[in-house]
């Protein structure tokens, strides 16, 4: 599975837009980019994932470059309860279905 | 909303008792997985399943065991628990085909070892 690259930490003001980006140069053509986040402890959550396309559903949207080497993932308007360690992992395309989470980047939304 | 659960949420528990630590799921998905996490932390899989009678050992090595009996059923045991072994212990689940790579998790437990 390839590896991805996260900034460690970042901060975003209440109601605007949080962008995280992630760095994965090493993807394959068959590598799906998936994002997941974990509130303080608890489980982490799956956000969303995607191919090649952009995706967006109620949670939040995601742009893959058209090289598809970086995504962004865009929290339209963050809140309190978006402060979280966010997750940006690549895999898929077989049969190894094992998550192998990084350090990811700690989101705080400041009021 | 996914259906996984753990029991129990919290435990202490004196060095060398033997604990067994619940995971189920209400979502028919073949494949389990558990994972360890030290506070403030990387997550680490532990433990895998891909479906009844199979267990595999994940990338970080736990002295823990598992069973698969049931298909909504993935147990962790210690048979005989240390200081080391206090962490938090998150159990997930996923489905098949597409569904494979989303992984649920459940609320975790969390453990202490006196």
């Known amino acids: 599975d390839a590896k991805t690259t996260q900034p460690p930490s970042m901060d975003c003001a209440e109601g605007r837009a949080a962008n995280l980006p992630c760095n994965h140069s090493?993807?394959?053509?068959?590598?799906?980019v998936y994002w997941y986040r974990q509130i303080h402890s608890q489980g982490p959550q799956y956000i969303i994932h995607?191919?090649?396309n952009n995706e967006t559903n109620e949670m939040a949207s995601l742009i893959i470059t058209e090289d598809r080497k970086s995504s962004t993932l865009i929290l339209p308007h963050a809140t309190l309860r978006d402060t979280a360690v966010y997750y940006c992992?690549?895999?898929?395309?077989?049969?190894?279905?094992?998550?192998?989470f990084g350090k990811g980047t700690l989101l705080t939304v400041n009021p | 909303e996914a259906d996984i659960y753990q029991t129990p949420r919290y435990l202490v528990i004196g060095t060398g008792k033997k604990i067994t630590l619940e995971c189920s799921q209400t979502?028919?998905?073949?494949?389990m997985y558990w994972y360890q996490q030290d506070p403030g932390m990387e997550l680490h899989l532990i433990h895998y399943?891909?479906?009844?009678?199979?267990?595999e050992k994940g990338d970080l090595s736990s002295e823990s065991t598992v069973s698969r009996i049931r298909t909504e059923h993935f147990p962790l045991t210690l048979e005989s628990a240390r200081p080391s072994h206090t962490s938090q212990y998150l159990c997930?689940?996923?489905?098949?085909?597409?569904?494979?790579?989303?992984?649920?998790f459940g609320p975790g437990t969390r453990l202490t070892v006196t």
């Open positions: 997930a689940s996923s489905g098949t085909g597409v569904l494979s790579y989303e992984q649920y």
């Open positions: 090493t993807i394959s053509g068959n590598e799906y």
């Open positions: 995607g191919l090649k």
């Open positions: 992992i690549v895999f898929g395309g077989g049969s190894n279905y094992k998550l192998t």
């Open positions: 979502m028919g998905h073949d494949k």
């Open positions: 399943s891909y479906g009844v009678n199979s267990t």
